[in-house]
């Protein structure tokens, strides 16, 4: 099989990150999570204090700050300047603010470039909301996955009860998906959309398992 470009696309919380760790394993392919990336740039904000207004500060921040990512036991590690941020970039203050550093334009070329550099090195499912329409828009494999609005926020209340994190309710989860969403697909710059050659896959009646099964039959046909 070839080493390929997998792009995988959509809304918060459609399982993008299970499935796209999943499709990487099975094919050998390294995993890019980049929604980690706009998540750490705000964990950093929020660290140093930074407002969401200092548009400069934020810029600059990004531009010095480096992510970086390693292999852990159940999830990849998350590192800020050698700092671990796999949990803290999961919070909730961080959520509520990802979208609005997420928007900055400068901050996204930012990103994007560092994106392109590590799908240099072959094999690679990169999981965003941009991917498939800008960062890799020559990706042979593009995926954009959905589920209803209600579906995503039961999985993730579930996902929080099983892991022991304090959880809002199935309402609340629901409101802060559509908000996340809604601030992301009509931002100016890249804002989530599913590409033209982009396939569409809703997840909201499937198991994980038959999502990386479809997933994998369109990469075989590829290979
Ligand atoms: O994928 P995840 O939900 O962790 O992404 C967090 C946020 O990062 C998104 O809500 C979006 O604002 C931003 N993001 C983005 N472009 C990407 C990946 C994530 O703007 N490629």
């Given amino acids: 099989t070839k080493a390929l470009q997998v792009a995988m696309d959509g809304p918060a919380s459609a399982g993008k990150s299970t499935v796209a760790k999943l499709v990487a394993k099975r094919f050998g392919y390294i995993y890019c999570d980049t929604g980690a990336m706009y998540r750490s740039v705000t964990w950093a904000a929020l660290d140093r204090n930074i407002t969401l207004d200092n548009i400069a500060a934020i810029i600059k921040l990004a531009q010095e700050i480096t992510i970086s990512f390693e292999p852990g036991a159940e999830e990849q590690r998350v590192f800020v300047d050698g700092h671990e941020v796999t949990k803290v970039i999961r919070s909730n203050e961080v959520a509520e603010n990802v979208s609005a550093v997420a928007a900055i334009p400068e901050v996204r070329s930012e990103m994007v470039k560092e994106q392109r550099k590590i799908a240099t090195q072959g094999g690679i499912v990169m999981d965003g909301r941009d991917i498939g329409t ?79 099964s479809e997933i994998s039959k369109i990469i075989e046909k590829k290979c």
């Fill in 134 to 212: 800008t960062v890799l828009p020559n990706a042979p494999v593009k995926i954009f996955l959905v589920a209803s609005a209600h579906e995503r926020a039961r999985r993730r209340f579930e996902e929080n009860q099983a892991k022991g994190i304090a959880t809002s309710t199935l309402e609340e989860l629901q409101k802060a998906i559509e908000l996340r969403d809604q601030k992301d697909s009509t931002r100016k710059v890249s804002p989530l959309t599913k590409a033209k050659d982009a396939i569409e896959i809703d997840s909201t009646h499937l198991t994980i398992d038959q999502v990386v």
